[in-house]
């Protein structure tokens, strides 16, 4: 039995996430968003984490994306727990850096949800969709503050409200690269 490597577990989790973020921002059925999105957040949090490491949690998020995501969504999610589904190669520490800012993005897309804003929540998903892909360097043409102002930095001026501004630091200025 091959065990699988946090990056592996890592990859799997972001393009889950992708998936999730695209689902939600379109106002697709995902189950229970609130759900889905802390039980993502734990797993990530558990990156290169001794005594539980994400990749011997792969087995529990499976179980637990099951419940949260309702049976039509799962299916969606199901091939990427799968070792035939391949993931892409990414830079794993600059994904590592920035693990705090997907979960304090699902974080705020939560908190607009409780709020009985789906609007908003929908939107700011619409951004977190495109930070997996970033990750992925699908993006490598824009430098990281570029991505940033892009993706994160509408928000603030639709709605007057905070989103990424506490991770704006993970985004190095032009000047800086």
Known sequence: MTIMSEK????????????????????????????????????????????????KLMKKLEREVKKAAGKAFFAELKPFFSKLCPVSDFDFEKAQLHIPALILGNDKICEKMARGQPDRARTMCSAMESYPGYLFGEYEALSDSQFYDLVFGYYPKLYDDEFMEPMKKLFKPDDEE
Request: charged share 15%; no cysteine; proline share 4%.
């Open 8 to 55: 592996n577990a890592l990859g799997r989790v972001l393009m889950m996430s992708k998936r999730v973020y695209s689902a939600a921002g379109k106002g697709e059925d995902t189950g229970n968003l609130m759900l889905l999105l802390d039980t993502l957040s734990a797993v990530l949090s558990h990156i290169n984490f001794p005594e539980q490491p994400m990749a």
